[in-house]
């Protein structure tokens, strides 16, 4: 039985992706600060494990790897999920504590995470796993009024690309899924009216979370000599070609 540890799993994307694969017959790790969110999502499964911990903290992120590995013995991948968005303004309209906030989770908690798999990984028997970033539609195309945001999932790109050329000696691979307009609770305002590019406001199609989480379990299910390095998966008709 393959293990996946899912950060974020408290909520929207990383809810629906933990219950899936749990359905699928996989022991999922379930990551986020809050406990009691993620017993919901875990629903009282036996191949559930409830790790409540802050991915900004290097601490914790330490000791939730250990006890997964002091539970499960290895880690077959992490789905590197947890994020955060600020609302939209203008750069000198962003407070500066709401940079650092969103860029301690959607960067440092990346890396952290991303750091620990890497090393489990790499010293586990047999060596190797795999690693899935949570990138956006906005690592490559940014929405108005997105800095931080944006900001954020480039750098996301870059930690894929590197962790996909260092991974490949220990047989650790990488990839990215780049998700837009799944409907979840960050979306919900795409339902309502967004502000587009022109300045207008539109509303914008969604798209089914659980299409996201049938397409993890797709990257994640590929033998290690495979990889998806990049996958796009949006509302058919939301803007992103053309977004600007």
């Given at each position: 039985m393959k293990t996946i540890m899912i950060t974020g799993a408290g909520s929207g994307i990383g809810r629906a992706t933990a219950r899936h694969f749990l359905e699928n017959g996989w022991r999922v790790a379930l990551v986020g600060r809050r406990?009691?969110?993620?017993?919901?999502?875990?629903q009282g499964h036996e191949n559930?494990?409830?790790l409540p911990f802050d991915v900004t903290v290097p601490s914790e992120v330490e000791a939730g790897f250990a006890t997964l590995r002091d539970t499960?013995?290895?880690?077959?991948?992490?789905?590197?999920?947890?994020?955060?968005?600020?609302?939209?303004?203008?750069?000198d309209e962003i407070?500066?504590?709401?940079?650092?906030?969103?860029?301690?989770?959607?960067?440092t908690g990346m890396f952290l995470c991303a750091r620990a798999a890497y090393g489990m990984m790499r010293h586990q028997s047999p060596q190797g796993g795999r690693i899935i970033?949570?990138?956006?539609?906005?690592?490559?195309?940014?929405?108005?009024?997105?800095?931080?945001?944006?900001?954020?999932?480039?750098?996301?790109?870059?930690?894929?690309?590197?962790?996909?050329?260092?991974?490949?000696?220990?047989?650790?691979?990488c990839g990215q899924i780049d998700i837009g307009n799944a409907l979840t609770e960050m979306a919900a305002p795409?339902?309502?009216g967004i502000a587009?590019?022109?300045?207008?406001?539109?509303v914008e199609p969604t798209m089914d979370v659980a299409q996201v989480a049938t397409s993890v379990m797709y990257m994640a299910g590929l033998p290690l000599e495979t990889n998806v390095q990049f996958m796009t998966i949006m509302a058919t008709a939301m803007p992103f070609i053309g977004r600007g």
């Open positions: 406990a009691e969110t993620l017993t919901e999502t875990a559930a494990l409830v499960w013995g290895r880690l077959d991948v992490l789905f590197n999920n947890a994020g955060v968005g600020v609302p939209a303004a203008h750069i407070k500066v504590e709401d940079w650092l906030d969103l860029s301690n989770i959607n960067i970033n949570n990138g956006s539609i906005s690592a490559h195309a940014p929405r108005v009024g997105s800095v931080p945001y944006t900001m954020s999932k480039h750098a996301v790109t870059g930690l894929t690309k590197t962790l996909s050329l260092d991974g490949r000696q220990f047989n650790i691979a795409m339902t309502k587009q590019a022109d300045g207008s406001i539109k």
